[in-house]
C-alpha cells in the first residue's frame, strides 16, 4: 500500500460528546479519482475538514504521501500539497476575483501571471470579471472561482465538498467534465458529493458514508449498478 | 439660541485654528485607531491593553531622546533633528510593537488555543492593561498610586497590584462561573490564577530591584526640537510640529496601505479577516497573521505615542494612554470597526469633531464629545461611516 497518496485509518471526528465520523478508513492511490458518497450529515464535509487539518480527529491516523498529517496546522498541510475547494465555496468576498486565484497560491509563495492565465483559460468568465469583488458573483461563478482557487495550490491531492451544490443542471455537467480534465491530467483528486450519478461517472472508485460510517466501497462502476446505491443515491426503487 | 449663536461665531473665527488641531490630534488617533481596528479584524477582538501599547511608546522616549544626546533645554537643531527624530521614532515604535506582540502572547492566545469564551478574552485584555499600568507606576517615582498621600508606599503598591488583579479575576469567575461546567470556565479560572501568581512574584522582584536597576526615573521628556511657525494658514500659524505629525502620520499610513494590499503577508491579513478558515485553507498561518497584526498595532500605536508627546508637550507616565486609546477606540468605530481606511478617516473626523467643540464647550469639558459620538454612531449607524470590512 506505499502508492496510497492519502489514508485515513480508523479516524474518529466528535463535536462535543457527538461523533460525526467513527472510525472510517480509507484510501486515495495517487493517480485516482475517489468520491465519498451520502446523504445530509453523513459526516463527508467533517471528514475533509480533517483531512485539512482545520478538525482534529479523536482517533485513528491520517497520512499523506506516507506521512502523517493528523497533528499537523492546516497551513502545513496545503504546503504539502493537499488543497481544498470547500463546502459553501469561502471565496474572499471583498477581494477581486483575482486576488482569490491569487490567495490560492499563498502557500507556494507568489502566483506568476501564467498560473493565473491557465485558470482564466478553464474558465472565460472569470476572466471577464477579474476586477469584480468575490461576493458580487453569482453562485455558478463563485464555485468556478473556488475551484480555480483551489487549482492555483497546485495540489498533489484536490479535494472538492459538493462542488454541484446550487448549480443549474447544465452547469454541472461543465464542472464535472472540467474535473475529469484535471484528473487525467494526473492531479489525484478525492470528490464528495451528493450527486452520486454524476460523481460515480467520472470516479475510479467511490465510498459511501452513512452517520459517520463507511458502509460501502467498491469500483465506481459497480457502485452505479449496486441496488443499495440506486435505491438511496439514485433515486431509483 | 444664544448658546448656538455664540458657538458658532466662535467656531468661524477659530476655523482655521481649530482645523489645524483637529487635524493634528486626528492623525494620532487615526494610527491609534489602526491596532485596534486590524486586531478586531482578524481575531473580533477588541485589544482593550491598546492605550498601554501607547502609553509604553511615551516611556520609551523618556529614555531615548536623552539617549541620542538632546537634554532638557538643550534640543536638537538644524539637520540633527531629522536623524534624531527618525531615531527616536524607531525606538518607540520598537518599545510598543514588542509590547504588542507579548501582549498577544501572553494575554491572548493561550485563550484562542483553547477556544475560550469571547468574555474572557475581554477580561484578559482588561486584566492585561490594568497590570501593565500599575507595572509603570512602579518605575516612575512620580505617580504613586495614592498621590493624595504623597509619598512613595513600597508595600501598598505591589498589595494594590495583586488586590485589582485578583479583583478583576474575581468578577471575571463571577461573571463567567455561572457557566460552570464548561470548559471555558475552567480555563479562564487556571489562567486567571497563573496570571495572580506571576503578577505576584514579578511586582515582588520590581519592588525591590527596578529602582536599583534603572536609577531615579528621569522625571519629564526633554523636548526634541524648538517650535516655530514654518507658515500662515488664513491667519493660523503652523508650527514645524504639526508639519511633522502630518508629514509622519502619511508616511506610516502609506506605508502601512501598501503592505496591506501589496504584500502577501498583507493579503494573508485581509483573508483572514474576511474569512478566517478559507484563509487556512489556502495555506495562511494564521497565528503569525496575528502576531504580525499585533505587530503592526503596535507600531503604529508606537509612533503615534512620540508624536503625541511632542505636539502636546505631554509627560510621560503611566496613565497616558487612556484618553487617547479610548478616543482612538471611538474613532475606530466611527469609521467601521474592522476597516483600515474606516480608522484612518474616523481618527481624523473625531480629531476634527473635538476641536470644532473647545470653542462651543471649552476645553475643560470636550473629552465628552468622543462619547457623544460614540453614543450616536452606536445609535444611527452602529457599523460605522464605512461599514465592517478589513478587505476594503
Ligand atoms: N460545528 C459543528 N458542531 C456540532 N456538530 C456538527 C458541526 N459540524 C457538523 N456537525 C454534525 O456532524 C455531522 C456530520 O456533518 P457534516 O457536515 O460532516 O455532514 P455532511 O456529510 O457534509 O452533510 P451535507 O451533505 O449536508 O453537507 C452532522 O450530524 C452535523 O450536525
Ligand atoms: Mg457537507
Known amino acids: 500500500m506505499t502508492d496510497d497518496l492519502l489514508e485515513l485509518q480508523d479516524v474518529v471526528v466528535r463535536y462535543g460528546g457527538i461523533e460525526a465520523v467513527r472510525g472510517i478508513s480509507f484510501n486515495v492511490a495517487d493517480g485516482e479519482l475517489v468520491t465519498l458518497i451520502g446523504g445530509n450529515g453523513a459526516g463527508k464535509t467533517t471528514t475533509l475538514t480533517t483531512i485539512s487539518g482545520i478538525k482534529r480527529p479523536s482517533g485513528g491516523t491520517i497520512s499523506f504521501a506516507g506521512e502523517r498529517i493528523d497533528n499537523l496546522p492546516a497551513h502545513e498541510v496545503v504546503e504539502l500539497g493537499v488543497c481544498q475547494a470547500p463546502e459553501g465555496r469561502r471565496i474572499f468576498p471583498r477581494m477581486s476575483v483575482r486576488e482569490n486565484l491569487v490567495m490560492g497560491a499563498f502557500a507556494r509563495g507568489s502566483a506568476k501571471q501564467a498560473d493565473v492565465d491557465r485558470v482564466f483559460d478553464l474558465f472565460p468568465v472569470l476572466k471577464e470579471r477579474q476586477k469584480q469583488a468575490g461576493g458580487t458573483l453569482s453562485g455558478g461563478e463563485q464555485q468556478m472561482l473556488a475551484i480555480g482557487r483551489a487549482l492555483m495550490s497546485e495540489p498533489k491531492l484536490l479535494m472538492l465538498d459538493e462542488p454541484s451544490m446550487g448549480l443549474a443542471p447544465k452547469f454541472v455537467e461543465k464542472i464535472f467534465e472540467l474535473l475529469g480534465d484535471i484528473h487525467s491530467q494526473g492531479t489525484t483528486i478525492l470528490l464528495v458529493e451528493q450527486n452520486a450519478h454524476l460523481a460515480l461517472q467520472i470516479a475510479d472508485r467511490g465510498y459511501v458514508l452513512e452517520s459517520g460510517e463507511i458502509v460501502l466501497e467498491d469500483d465506481a462502476k459497480k457502485l452505479l449498478g449496486n441496488d443499495q446505491v440506486r435505491k438511496a443515491y439514485l433515486g431509483e426503487s | 439660541m444664544d448658546f448656538l449663536a455664540d458657538c458658532a461665531t466662535n467656531v468661524a473665527d477659530q476655523f482655521w485654528a481649530q ?105 484578559s485584555a482588561i486584566g492585561a492593561s490594568l497590570f501593565i499600568q500599575y507595572l509603570f507606576v512602579l518605575m516612575d517615582g512620580q505617580h504613586y498610586l495614592f498621590p493624595i498621600r504623597g509619598i512613595a508606599d513600597p508595600l501598598g503598591t505591589p498589595l494594590l497590584i495583586i488586590g485589582g488583579f485578583l479583583a478583576v479575576v474575581a468578577i471575571g469567575l463571577l461573571v463567567t462561573g455561572t457557566r460552570r461546567g464548561e470548559e471555558g470556565w475552567v480555563d479562564a479560572g487556571t489562567l486567571a490564577g497563573l496570571g495572580a501568581i506571576a503578577t505576584l512574584i514579578l511586582g515582588a522582584i520590581l519592588v525591590i530591584k527596578l529602582p536599583d536597576i534603572l536609577g ?90 512620540l508624536l503625541y508627546q511632542i505636539v502636546l508637550g505631554a509627560p510621560a507616565f503611566w496613565f497616558i494612554g487612556f484618553k487617547p ?68
Open chain 2, 19 to 123: 482645523t489645524r488641531n483637529g487635524l493634528t490630534l486626528g492623525s494620532i488617533y487615526a494610527m491609534i485607531a489602526l491596532g485596534y481596528t486590524m486586531v478586531y479584524g482578524v481575531l473580533q477582538l477588541i485589544n482593550f491593553a491598546h492605550s498601554e501599547v501607547f502609553m509604553v511608546s511615551t516611556v520609551a522616549a523618556l529614555y531615548a531622546i536623552p539617549a541620542f544626546g538632546v537634554t532638557d533645554g538643550d534640543p536638537a537643531t538644524g539637520i540633527a533633528v531629522i536623524f534624531i527624530l527618525i531615531g527616536v521614532l524607531l525606538c518607540c515604535m520598537a518599545a510598543s510593537g514588542a509590547l504588542a506582540v507579548l501582549l498577544e502572547r501572553l494575554a491572548y492566545r493561550p485563550l484562542r488555543k483553547r477556544h475560550a469564551p469571547r468574555l474572557s478574552f475581554l477580561i
Open chain 2, 216 to 305: 531615579p526615573t528621569p522625571q519629564s521628556v526633554p523636548e526634541l526640537f524648538s517650535t516655530s511657525t514654518v507658515f500662515t494658514l488664513f491667519g493660523a500659524p503652523i508650527s514645524n510640529k504639526r508639519i511633522m505629525v502630518v508629514v509622519v502620520t502619511v508616511v506610516m499610513l502609506v506605508i502601512l496601505d501598501a503592505f496591506v494590499r501589496r504584500t502577501r503577508m498583507g493579503r494573508g491579513i485581509r483573508a483572514v479577516a474576511q474569512d478566517s478558515e478559507a484563509a487556512s485553507l489556502m495555506g495562511v498561518n494564521i497565528n503569525r497573521v496575528v502576531v504580525v497584526t499585533f505587530l503592526v498595532g503596535g507600531l503604529m500605536a508606537g509612533a503615534a505615542g
Open chain 2, 325 to 392: 486609546g479610548i478616543k482612538a477606540f471611538v474613532a475606530a468605530v466611527l469609521g467601521g470597526i474592522g476597516n483600515i481606511r474606516g480608522a484612518m478617516l474616523g481618527g481624523l473626523l473625531l480629531g476634527l469633531v473635538e476641536a470644532y467643540a473647545v470653542p462651543c464647550i471649552g476645553t475643560q469639558w470636550i473629552d465628552v464629545t468622543a462619547f457623544v459620538v460614540l453614543v450616536a454612531v452606536l445609535m444611527f449607524r452602529p457599523t460605522g461611516i464605512l461599514g465592517e470590512q478589513v478587505g476594503a
